[in-house]
């Protein structure tokens, strides 16, 4: 079974200061990567995706197969980015259903 | 384009009585899931279905827990009866399941809550 846990409930950085948000999975295959993120009063939407090595807002994230990580990083955050963080998993197959770790609550402070 | 819309916003009951979630999927989607976001922990699929049929139900509490999407648009999820731990946020999401499209897209979700 997949298993994403992501250990840091909540994390406080200062702004301009680096952000680095742990996720790590459990699965038996070829997964798909993703973090997903929810603004205060708003719907839970797509960050990025492992198998798109883009940049999105500054964030990046690298899949990491020895390690089954998937950390999420950003050189300098802004207040804007305090949100709450979920990693999720999807399997390769056709179902392609997502599990989702606990999430992590940024908070970036002035 | 139009989001995941999900009704009603809230939804407050008492234990034993039953309630029902509406979503409406982004036009075109042909996949749509129903999770359940209990407070402090992430989405759990309860239910997927590809157009009219299911494609997972194996963690939906079948006892109590039903789910429809007769004519592979709109979808509705039942609680009948409720229990005090169903009190959550119930987060509807569609997607094209295309190949390299894999991105879910999610609703407002319904909260709520069993006295």
């Known amino acids: 079974a997949q298993r994403v846990t992501q250990p840091e409930k909540l994390l406080s950085v200062f702004k301009g200061a680096p952000v680095e948000l742990k996720c790590n999975y459990s699965?038996?295959?070829?997964?798909?990567l993703f973090w997903y993120v929810q603004y205060s009063r708003q719907r839970l939407q797509l960050l990025l995706r492992?198998?798109s090595r883009e940049s999105i807002k500054g964030f990046t994230a690298d899949l990491n197969k020895g390690e089954t990580s998937f950390h999420l990083k950003k050189p300098f955050a802004q207040e804007e980015d305090s949100a709450m963080y979920y990693c999720?998993?999807?399997?390769?197959?056709?179902?392609?259903?997502?599990?989702f770790g606990s999430g992590t609550q940024l908070t970036v402070l002035p | 384009e139009a989001g995941v819309a999900q009704s009603p916003r809230y939804k407050i009951i008492e234990k034993r009585q039953s309630v029902a979630f509406w979503c409406n999927p982004i036009s075109g989607h042909a996949t749509l899931y129903w999770y359940q976001q209990i407070l402090g922990q992430g989405p759990k699929l309860l239910i997927q279905?590809?157009?009219?049929?299911?494609?997972?139900d194996s963690q939906l509490p079948k006892d109590r827990f039903s789910a429809e999407r007769l004519k592979g648009v709109d979808s509705t999820l039942k609680i009948q009866p409720a229990k005090l731990e169903d009190s959550a946020v119930y987060l509807c999401?569609?997607?094209?399941?295309?190949?390299?499209?894999?991105?879910?897209?999610f609703g407002a979700g319904t909260r709520l809550s069993v006295l």
């Open positions: 492992h198998i």
């Open positions: 999720a998993c999807s399997s390769s197959g056709s179902a392609r259903q997502l599990t």
């Open positions: 699965y038996s295959g070829s997964p798909e």
């Open positions: 999401a569609s997607s094209l399941q295309i190949l390299a499209k894999n991105i879910q897209y």
């Open positions: 279905f590809q157009n009219n049929g299911v494609v997972d």
